[in-house]
């Protein structure tokens, strides 16, 4: 399933580098590392990642649909550039839609895993324009994630997260500087 990811992840960007794909572009601005517009919309590659995962579990069919649902609306955001209230309203709507589902935690445990997703999901957004930064945190961390998850038998969560740092890994290749 994590060749896979990879595979999907590298085959989509490398088509949209080469112009093949209609993408919104970014345009450098004071934040980004790059010179000249470049494709958006590299995430699509690593949700297919994420779709492989799920091609290769059980049991994660919600956290895979609430992080597909949070791709679109990013893709939403690359396109019309949405504003942020908009962004952090679905944010929040994932978050407590997976807390409401998925766990039994305490309420005031509740709060602060809605908050924590929310502060993880923006962060990513203000690493974005950064060559590299984005995709090496997805690569390194959900690679960690993988590890940790199977060295307590979370075999399904391990498989999806090699899936999703395979994919990054990946995307790599089109966003170290310059990004393409």
């Known amino acids: ?76 955001d690359d396109w019309r550039s949405l504003p942020a209230l908009v962004r952090l309203a679905g944010h929040l709507a994932a978050a407590v839609v997976f807390c409401l589902v998925e766990s039994s935690f305490p309420p005031a445990v509740m709060v602060f895993v809605i908050l924590a997703v929310c502060w993880m999901t923006n962060l990513y957004n203000f ?19 993988a590890i940790a998850a199977s060295l307590v038998g979370e075999t399904d969560l391990a498989v999806a997260c090699a899936c999703i740092a395979a994919a990054a890994a990946a995307f790599l290749w089109f966003n170290f500087y310059p990004a393409k």
């Open 127 to 145: 690493m974005d324009g950064a060559d590299g930064l984005a995709g090496g945190m997805a690569a390194i961390g959900f690679g960690t994630y």
């Open 1 to 76: 399933a994590f060749v896979l990811a990879a595979i999907l992840c590298f085959s989509l960007n490398a088509v949209a580098v080469r112009g093949a794909l209609v993408a919104p572009r970014d345009l450098p601005n004071e934040r980004s590392l790059h010179a000249r517009p470049v494709p958006r919309g590299g995430g699509v590659g690593i949700v297919c990642g994420l779709c492989a995962a799920l091609l290769a579990s059980d049991g994660l069919g919600l956290v895979v649909a609430l992080a597909v649902g949070l791709a679109v609306l990013s893709l939403a």
